[in-house]
C-alpha cells in the first residue's frame, strides 16, 4: 500500500458510513479512491446531474442546496472534513439530488461509482457492511426527523450551531469563542426555520452573551450555553 493510499485509509476510517469496515475492506476502498481538488465557490455537481462519484472531504467546507421553484435557494447541509456527500452514487446512478458547492478550498477523495460496485459484487462481505452502517445512518436520521418535528424554533437553530460548533473543534477550534462561517439564512434553512425567526432568536443568544455575530460568521462565545435551548 502506497501513501497516497495509507492517507486515503486513515480518512475513510473516520467516516461514519465506513464505520463496519476493517482494515482489508478500507485498504479495498482507498484503492480505488482518487484525491480531488476544487477552489473557493466551485460547482462539484448539480441538481439534476448524473450520479457517479461520491466524495469525502479531507479538508475545506461546502454545502448542499437546492432551488426552490420561486428562485430561492435553500441549504440542505454544511460537510466539512469527514464528512461524505453523493455517497448514493455508489449504490446506482440516478440523478443528483441537490447542488454541491465549495466555501473554500476543499481537499477530497473521490470514489467513482462504477468502481466501487465492483468491489460490492467482488467483495460479497463489504456489501454486508456497508449496508449494515447505510442502515444504522437512516435510523439515526430517522430520529433525527421525529426530534425535530417536536422542537421549538429555538432549540432547533441552537441545534444547528451546536453541530457546526462540534464540526469547528474538530477542525482544531477551542473550547470557547468558536468562530463558524455560516449565514442567518444557513442557519434559518438548517433549523427548518424562517430566517426572520432564526434571527430573532439569535439575536436572544447575543444580548444573552452566547455568541456575537458577524457578517457570514458567528462566534460562539459558550458554546455550552447552546444546550440549555436544545430540548
Known sequence: ???REQSAV???AHVPVFETLGPRELAQV???TVPRTFDAGHVIFREGDSSDTCYIVRSGHARAVREHGDGRTLTLAHFGPGDIFGELAMFDDERRSATVETL???DCVA???????RLLREHSDLAVKLVISLGRRLREANERISRQSFQTVQ?????VLGQLVIQ????GAGDADVLVTVTQSDVAQLAGSSRESASR??????RAGVVTQGRGRVTVHDPAALQRYVY
Do not use: C, H, Y
Open 104 to 106: 473554500d478550498q476543499v
Open 1 to 3: 500500500m502506497d501513501t
Open 111 to 117: 470514489v467513482l461509482g462504477p468502481d466501487m460496485r
Open 168 to 171: 469547528a473543534q474538530n477542525e
Open 155 to 159: 432549540s432547533r437553530v441552537a441545534g
Open 30 to 32: 482507498a484503492a480505488v
Open 201 to 206: 432568536f439569535l439575536a436572544v443568544l447575543e
Open 10 to 12: 486513515a480518512l475513510l
